[in-house]
């Protein structure tokens, strides 16, 4: 093979290569979002408290941003969307958007899931699951671990 066929074979796998990227991002570019939701934790109810908070990161590795709607959990009778602004909690009415190719971290300080009315005591270290419901993704459910209401945040989140 000469030298000239040789990179006319390059230049031709090159151009099929771009097609077939071409195609992966058009197809993806239906405004998908791609969700994952990473290191979830629920801070135990102090007690006799019936009230508890949720805290995740959300990632999006998507090419379209997306918005969670709403967080269920079978451990409480009600969950609400907190946003937290000048030190005081504030409910989130139209859910919280998670930009396109980013991430949305509840944590400490900031947003976080309030589950309201929890129906049982919980253990720290015991693991509760948590149904992340999305516009576009449609619903994630994870595992959350109990964090005891004493012991400090767990650090990916805190
Ligand atoms: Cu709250």
């Known amino acids: 093979m000469t030298r000239s066929v040789l990179a006319g074979v390059v230049v031709a796998l090159l151009g099929i290569a771009g097609l077939l990227r071409a195609t992966v991002t058009s197809g993806a570019s239906g405004a998908a979002s791609s969700i994952t939701v990473l290191d979830a934790w629920v801070r135990q109810p102090v007690p006799p408290g019936t009230q508890a908070a949720a805290y995740f990161t959300v990632r999006n590795d998507g090419p379209a941003a997306d918005r969670l709607l709403a967080v269920a959990s079978p451990i409480g009778a009600a969950t609400v969307l907190h946003a ?29 899931v309030m589950i309201e009315g929890v129906s049982r005591p919980l253990t720290a270290g015991e693991v509760v699951p948590l149904a992340l419901t999305f516009e576009r993704f449609g619903t994630v459910t994870v595992d959350a671990r109990v964090v005891g209401y004493l012991d400090p945040a767990p650090s990916a989140t805190g």
Do not use: I
């Open 84 to 112: 937290v602004r000048n030190g005081t909690m504030q409910e989130v009415a139209d859910g919280v958007v998670v930009p396109a190719h980013g991430s949305l971290r509840f944590a400490v300080g900031a947003g976080h």
